[in-house]
């Protein structure tokens, strides 16, 4: 079993930044790959950032430039690293990763003022 747990959300202005933890139970090496997902109201979950066990990443369009996931391993956490924020960031942010099985942290809400 493996639990992941978010932190670091919150409430900031347009074009603040924040920064996201999520720390895993346990190694993290062999789970992969490791991500975050969002889900606004109203809409359905979509993928914001993935990252391999050696670095690989991966990120949606309406991110690129803005965000950057991180992993390290020897913590056993994975970070994003969110900058230049819009009020469409807002969302709850869901720490997932892929082991034997799929699993996800509990969320964390992000919020961005206009």
């Known amino acids: 079993q493996v639990q992941l747990v978010e932190s670091g959300g919150g409430l900031v202005q347009a074009g603040g930044s924040l920064r996201l933890s999520c720390a895993a139970s346990?190694?993290?090496?062999?789970?992969?790959?490791m991500g975050w997902y969002r889900q606004a109201p109203g809409k359905q979950r979509e993928l914001v950032a993935s990252?391999?066990?050696?670095?690989?990443?991966n990120y949606a369009d309406s991110v690129k430039g803005r965000f950057t996931i991180s992993r390290d391993n020897a913590k056993n956490t994975v970070y994003l690293q969110m900058n230049s924020l819009k009020p469409e960031d807002t969302a709850v942010y869901y720490c997932?990763?892929?082991?034997?099985?799929?699993?996800w942290g509990q969320g964390t809400q992000v919020t961005v003022s206009s």
């Open positions: 997932y990763g892929k082991l034997t099985a799929d699993y």
């Open positions: 346990g190694t993290i090496f062999s789970i992969n790959p």
């Open positions: 990252i391999t066990t050696f670095g690989r990443t």
